[in-house]
């Protein structure tokens, strides 16, 4: 799966929004993990504009793992990040991977 680069970008910034996220996200960062593997990329938009986004990739054969997303704190309480993440376990469902992996 080819890697949306202006999607990484937007994704970088969004996460520098968030203040929970102790680690830098960059740019680098996100093509290291995803290039050449099976992903998803999902953004949440308000009028056009991100405010939430959900990332995870092909870990062995039949595991995905949901590994990075965030809503940023302006847009939060409203269930972006439940339907994020709903959308992401039906994908890797549909996708036959039998279990989901996640970061906590």
Do not use: C, N
Not at 83 to 88: A, E, R, V
């Amino acid at each position: 799966m080819k890697l949306d680069i202006d999607t990484l970008a937007d994704i970088v910034a969004i996460s520098a929004q968030i203040p929970e996220f102790d680690r830098v996200t960059t740019l680098e960062r996100l093509k290291a993990r995803l290039d050449g593997a099976d992903h998803l990329i999902l953004v949440a938009k308000l009028d056009g504009v991100i405010v939430g986004y959900k990332v995870g990739y092909q870990l062995t054969d039949d595991t995905f793992y949901s590994w990075i997303g965030g809503v940023i704190p302006t847009h939060r309480k409203h269930g972006i990040a439940t339907l994020l993440l709903k959308h992401q376990e039906q994908w890797a469902i549909d996708a036959g991977y039998k279990q989901i992996k996640v970061r906590s």
